[in-house]
Structures are given as structure tokens and as C-alpha cells.
């Protein structure tokens, strides 16, 4: 017979009155939150029947466009500190707030060099032109007969992280919000140049946006042929206005200024085209003084959602570190994480699903002692390229750079559960 003398008592109406009456001593005793809102949560806990249940809810299909509860009306993006002008601008996504790999369209980063223009499709054009052997132009309909295909990818400014640090009060939303991940479907760009057909010397491919400064970038024509997309859509949707409505270019891995919005012309050349983009910005001045340019890649990278800063932890004891990791150079294989400041690290789990220039979930089981604890997170992409320490990047970048800055993270746990930013 198998002996149940320890299991813990059946959930009859008896034990949970019992648990219902010590909850309201406890509220009475001042341990909760006091005043009347405690007392009205304290109505709606079992035993009790909850007030929403004894009422008809809100009507169906009200409002006609789905909305998040209004208990979740915090979770938002937020306008970058360090953003200049109203139209020059750029918001963060709020990672410490979401759950999984896929970032809602409403809480995308964004990022803005003359403000979000208002383009009719039914208007809008895609003119692919320069050395190829037939120039083209495509309307939006034109686009959308050609064979589709979806991807789930993420998509990075290059400008996320700060080799200057941030303060202690920055969050997860503050220090890596340039970031968010998406399911994509559109045209393969190669696709499209194939209709217009390469010509002899073709190297480069010019990208031009529709909005008001004109966003161009220069393209190698690897990176066009390989797994870009003409998107026209976005987790289920048409694009929405400040993600390039009606049409973006989309480069799975690499810096997020190069996926242009609003995309209106692509012109084939044999060398680059040394846009303003990508000579008065967008390039990492070095030490000595000179700047790398072309730096495509978005490098293996991870960041600790929780425990991380502006959270606070109610006691010690069992904790699930929860973060996310990426790299633009393909699958995240491994992420480690330490408690010490990197002085000892242990294996995080991967979590499903784990895709190739996507975000990628890890988790790992932690008992917090109480005492102050150093929170680092230390990813691992398939090529072996594992994220550096910011020491080791500083050592090679130097300070002067405001991109790709993809150094391990940290996280401060004091010993009354304030978490800060210590990077």
C-alpha cells in the first residue's frame, strides 16, 4: 500500500475557506496591500465566486481591431533617450515584458530618418533598373502574383547597446530594445532579379526608401540573391506604416538600417554606392582613427529578460533565468550564464523553437541565495563565434563607435531583490 500520510490536504470547501479567511487576516494584518482595492481583490479569490463572472462580458467584435487587456496598458515602446528630433527618432521594444520569440507588430522597435510617410499602394511603385537586362516596374499587385514564402527572423539596429554604458536604472528595454523578431513573408528578392536578369559586373544593388530623406543603402549582390525578401507583410498582416508599409526590403542577419522602408527603387551596379548612409553614419570609427565600413553582420548576442533591471525579486530561493539570444550569422547552438560575473558559467537551456537568424529563448533553473548575485548571459552561435566580454570588444573597437556593440551583459542582484544595470 502506498503510504499517502505526507501528501498535502484534497482541496475540499472547508480547507479552501480556511485559506480564503487567511488571506483576509493577512489583508486585515496590513501584509498585503491595504484599502479597499485589497479588500475587493480579496472578494474575487476562492472560495468566492469573482465578480466578472457575474456579469455578461463585453460585447464580440468590439473593438473590430483586437487590443491588448487594459491590464497590460504598461507594455509599450518606448521613445529612445538619445533619439534627437520628433521625425529622426527611434523607439524600443519592451523584451523584459514579452514572453516566447515573437515580438507583436504593435511593440516592434522603430527606427525613423524623416518620420513615417502616409504611401497609397494603389500609387506606390518598385523600379529595379541600372545593369540589368530588362528595367521593370512593379506595382504592389504585380509583387503579390509572384510565389510567396514566410520566415521567422529578427531584425537589429546597429545602434543597440552602447559602448558609453547606461545607467543602473536602465531596464532590458532601454539597454537591448532595438531588437524584435517577426514572421516575414514576402517575394525573394532574387526572385525579382531574375525577372530583370543580371548583367555582366553586377556586384552591388542600390535600395531606396520612400519617405522623405530618401534611406538608401548599398546591398552586395551575395547578401540580394541569398535569403532577402521584398516584404509586404508581417506576423499575418500587411506591414504596418512605420515597419515600410506597403513594401520594406528585408536582410535576415544583418544591420537593420540595410532592410529599407518603404522601398521604391533598386538600382544594380558594379560597386557600391557610398550613400550617405553608409558614409556619414552607420560605419564603426576605430581607435586609430580610422573607420570600418560595410559591417554588415549582426554578431552573437544574449541578454538576461528576468532577473533584469527595474524588476525586483520578493525573496530568495527558486528563480528561472529567462533571456533571449541571436546572431546574424545563423542558429544559436549554446548560451551559458553565470551568477559570479563570469567567474564560473553553467549551461542554459534552448528552448523550441531554435531558427537560423531568429531569436532564440533560453532558460535556466536557479536557487538565489539572498546574497548580491552578477547576472551575465554569454551566447554561442553554429559558426563558434561566441559573444565577447565588453573588455575584450573595448580592447579591439575602442570607445568611439556607436554600432554593433555586442558585448556580454550584466545584471546587479542586490541583497533586497533590486535588480540594476551594472553595464
Not at 115 to 125: C, E, F, L, M
Not at 152 to 175: I, R, Y
Not at 374 to 395: C, F, I, K, M, W
Request: aromatic share 6%; hydrophobic share 40%.
Amino acid at each position: 500500500m502506498t503510504d499517502r500520510s505526507s501528501d498535502p490536504p484534497r482541496p475540499t470547501r472547508r480547507n479552501l475557506l480556511r485559506a480564503s479567511a487567511a488571506i483576509a487576516g493577512s489583508l486585515g494584518a496590513g501584509v498585503a496591500t491595504p484599502g479597499r482595492a485589497a479588500a475587493q481583490a480579496s472578494d474575487n479569490l476562492p472560495p468566492n465566486v469573482p465578480a466578472w463572472m457575474k456579469t455578461q462580458g463585453d460585447p464580440v467584435l468590439s473593438p473590430p481591431y483586437g487590443q491588448p487587456s487594459p491590464f497590460e496598458k504598461g507594455i509599450v515602446r518606448r521613445q529612445r533617450a538619445r533619439t534627437q528630433t520628433q521625425t529622426a527618432a527611434s523607439s524600443q521594444t519592451p523584451l523584459q515584458d514579452l514572453h516566447g520569440i515573437i515580438t507583436p507588430s504593435g511593440l516592434h522597435f522603430e527606427r525613423h530618418h524623416a518620420g513615417v510617410p502616409a504611401i497609397d499602394p494603389a500609387q506606390h511603385r518598385l523600379m529595379v533598373h541600372g545593369l540589368v537586362e530588362r528595367p521593370l516596374i512593379f506595382t504592389m499587385d504585380d509583387l503579390a502574383r509572384f510565389p510567396s514564402v514566410s520566415r521567422v527572423h529578427f531584425l537589429e539596429c546597429s545602434g543597440n547597446g552602447s559602448f558609453a554604458g547606461l545607467p543602473a536604472t536602465a531596464t532590458a528595454q532601454e539597454t537591448h530594445g532595438l531588437i524584435s523578431c517577426s514572421e516575414w513573408t514576402g517575394v525573394p528578392l532574387s526572385t525579382v532579379l531574375g525577372e530583370a536578369g543580371l548583367k555582366a559586373g553586377a556586384a552591388w544593388v542600390l535600395a531606396e526608401g520612400a519617405d522623405a530623406s530618401g534611406m538608401s543603402r548599398s546591398i552586395p549582390i551575395a547578401n540580394a540573391l541569398d535569403d532577402a525578401l521584398l516584404a509586404y507583410a508581417q506576423n499575418g498582416e500587411r506591414l504596418r506604416p512605420e515597419q515600410g508599409y506597403p513594401l520594406r526590403l528585408f536582410l535576415p542577419g544583418l544591420e537593420g538600417n540595410m532592410s529599407v522602408k518603404w522601398l521604391r527603387r533598386l538600382k544594380v551596379g558594379d560597386q557600391p554606392f557610398e550613400t550617405r548612409e553608409e558614409t556619414s553614419k552607420y560605419t564603426d570609427l576605430m581607435p586609430d582613427g580610422t573607420a570600418r565600413q560595410f559591417t554588415f553582420m549582426m554578431e552573437a548576442k544574449s541578454v538576461i529578460t528576468f532577473p533584469s533591471g527595474g524588476q525586483h525579486l520578493p525573496g530568495h530561493g527558486f528563480v528561472e533565468i529567462s533571456g533571449l539570444a541571436w546572431s546574424g550569422r545563423g542558429r544559436i547552438v549554446r548560451v551559458e550564464v553565470s551568477a559570479d560575473g563570469g567567474a564560473t558559467w553553467r549551461d542554459a537551456a534552448l528552448q523550441e523553437p531554435v531558427l537560423s537568424k531568429c531569436l532564440t529563448r533560453f532558460r535556466a533553473p536557479w536557487t538565489w541565495n539572498g546574497d548580491l548575485a552578477r547576472l551575465q548571459s554569454r551566447a554561442t552561435d553554429e559558426t563558434g563565434y561566441v559573444q565577447p566580454t565588453r573588455e575584450a570588444l573595448v580592447d579591439v573597437r575602442g570607445l568611439n563607435s556607436g554600432y554593433h556593440f555586442n558585448a556580454v551583459h550584466e545584471w546587479r542582484l542586490a541583497a533586497d531583490g533590486t535588480v540594476t544595470n551594472a553595464a
